[in-house]
Nanobody
Framework: QAQLVEPGGGLVQPGGSLRLSCTASGSIVSINRMGWYRQAPGKQRELVADISSGGSTNYAGSVEGRFTISRDIAKKTVYLQMDTLKLEDTAVYYC?????????????????WGQGTLVTVSS
């Protein structure tokens, strides 16, 4: 009924920059919060940043000041601009969104995850 597609990711040197994007598609009535999570090898998935429907943002302490989350409501897309990347930012990054989806009887809210994209920071 709905999916999140995340192109991007890749290999970048320490101190470099990368931008991730995530686009929602499907029978979407509206989008609530959107966010990015990451999971490094051997670690639990953690919140990186999220943004509300009103534009309020929230960041993990480890990325504050280096990463910027933004969204384009018309394009149903959320972005994560990552600057001054560090070795410890290496992880699989997952997009997440709270979507209100159209159904035959009205609508329902669904929490949807993207497939994940690998970001490797290495010299």
């Amino acid at each position: 009924q709905a999916q999140l597609v995340e192109p991007g990711g890749g290999l970048v040197q320490p101190g470099g920059s990368l931008r991730l994007s995530c686009t929602a598609s499907g029978s979407i009535v509206s989008i609530n919060r959107m966010g990015w999570y990451r999971q490094a090898p051997g670690k639990q998935r953690e919140l990186v940043a999220d943004i509300s429907s009103g534009g309020s943002t929230n960041y993990a302490g480890s990325v504050e000041g280096r990463f910027t989350i933004s969204r384009d409501i018309a394009k149903k897309t959320v972005y994560l601009q990552m600057d001054t990347l560090k070795l410890e930012d290496t992880a699989v990054y997952y997009c997440n969104a709270g979507l209100r989806l159209r159904t035959v009887w009205g609508s329902k809210i669904l929490d949807v995850w993207g497939q994940g994209t690998l970001v490797t920071v290495s010299s």
